[in-house]
Structure formats: structure tokens, C-alpha cells
């Protein structure tokens, strides 16, 4: 039985090897490529190129500038303009406006943070307003205009350094 198995393996293994060789390699012969097309030199692409954009750089352009389009692609609707009605006013001279006082920045007290102290709490402001975050402690300035005069609890005192006059920002709930 031995021997009867060794042949068939053999003559199996045998044959899978005769058609393994058949499918590598194969019987039919290739055509031979054509040959390659010779290109164009560079200096002649070169050439069709600039010629290319030079036709191109004489395209007109336009002289007009666009016009508004006649309706807002994204609004459903047109808004209504309304006319505002001028009001005459009194002409203003210089010194009217150089004695003009000027109306205090929109500041608002965001909050108030304390820190223990050898003297007391030290406490620290954050004012928001200018587009800017600012955080104080008493004497330091807000803007070029205010320096802080004094901190409670909800509420800070700013003094205007040009007119001394104060300013009181209380924290809103």
C-alpha cells in the first residue's frame, strides 16, 4: 500500500506541475510594439505656449465695472428702505465741540474676584467692554480714560483722569 500511495502522489504531483508550466507560460506570441512617435522638441511646445498666452493676454477686458444684481439670491424677500428724516440741527462750532463731554465707554462688570491679603481681601475686577476683557485691581486703568478708584462687592468706581468725575459700574444679575 505504501508503494500504491507513493506512485499516486507522484503521478498527481506530476501532472499539477505539467499544468502549473502550461499556465505560466504561455504559447502565443506578442506583437511587437509600434514605435514610439518621436515628440516635439521643447522649443517648439515653448513656442505654441507663448503663443497661447499671448493670445490670451489680448482678450479684452471689461471696462465697465458690474452692476449690483436686481435681487438678494439668498433673501426671500427685499427689506423696504425707508427715508430717514434729516433733522435740522444747529450748527456746532469748535469750541462746542471741544467742551462737548464725551459719552462714557459701554463697560459692564462681569465680575469681581478676591484674593486673602495681609491687609485685607484684595480684590480683582473683570470689566468687559471696548471689545476687550479687562482685569483690574484698585489704581490700575480700564481704558486710557478711567482708572480704578475703588472695588466693593458689585461694584466698581472708575474716576474719568481728564474730568475726575466718577463713573459707577454696578454687576447686573
Same mark, same amino acid.
Given at each position: 500500500?505504501?508503494?500504491? %500511495? ?19 507560460? +504561455? ?6 510594439? &509600434?514605435?514610439?512617435?518621436? %515628440? ?5 511646445? +515653448? ?23 436686481? %435681487? ?9 428702505? /425707508? ?19 464725551? &459719552?462714557?465707554?459701554?463697560? /459692564?462688570? +462681569? ?14 475686577? $473683570?470689566? +468687559?467692554? $471696548? ?5 483690574? /485691581?484698585?489704581?490700575?486703568? $480700564? ?31
Amino acid at each position: 500500500m505504501n508503494l500504491k %500511495r507513493a506512485a499516486t502522489i507522484g503521478v498527481v504531483g506530476g501532472v499539477l506541475a505539467v499544468w502549473l508550466a502550461a499556465v505560466a507560460t +504561455s504559447r502565443r506570441r506578442e506583437a511587437p510594439a &509600434p514605435p514610439v512617435a518621436r %515628440r516635439a522638441p521643447v522649443d517648439t511646445r +515653448s513656442a505654441a505656449l507663448a503663443d497661447e498666452i499671448a493670445r490670451l493676454h489680448e482678450h479684452p477686458h471689461p471696462t465697465a465695472p458690474p452692476q449690483q444684481p436686481g %435681487r438678494n439670491l439668498f433673501q426671500f424677500r427685499a427689506p423696504k428702505v /425707508k427715508a430717514l428724516a434729516v433733522a435740522p440741527h444747529a450748527a456746532l462750532t469748535e469750541a462746542a465741540l471741544a467742551n462737548a463731554p464725551l &459719552p462714557p465707554p459701554a463697560l /459692564k462688570l +462681569s465680575g469681581v474676584a478676591e484674593d486673602p491679603g495681609q491687609d485685607g481681601p484684595v480684590r480683582t475686577a $473683570v470689566i +468687559s467692554g $471696548v471689545g476687550q476683557l479687562f482685569l483690574v /485691581k484698585e489704581g490700575e486703568m $480700564v481704558t486710557p480714560r478711567y482708572r480704578v478708584a475703588r472695588i466693593s462687592d458689585d461694584v466698581v468706581e472708575l474716576v474719568d483722569v481728564g474730568t475726575s468725575e466718577p463713573l459707577r459700574i454696578a454687576m447686573r444679575p
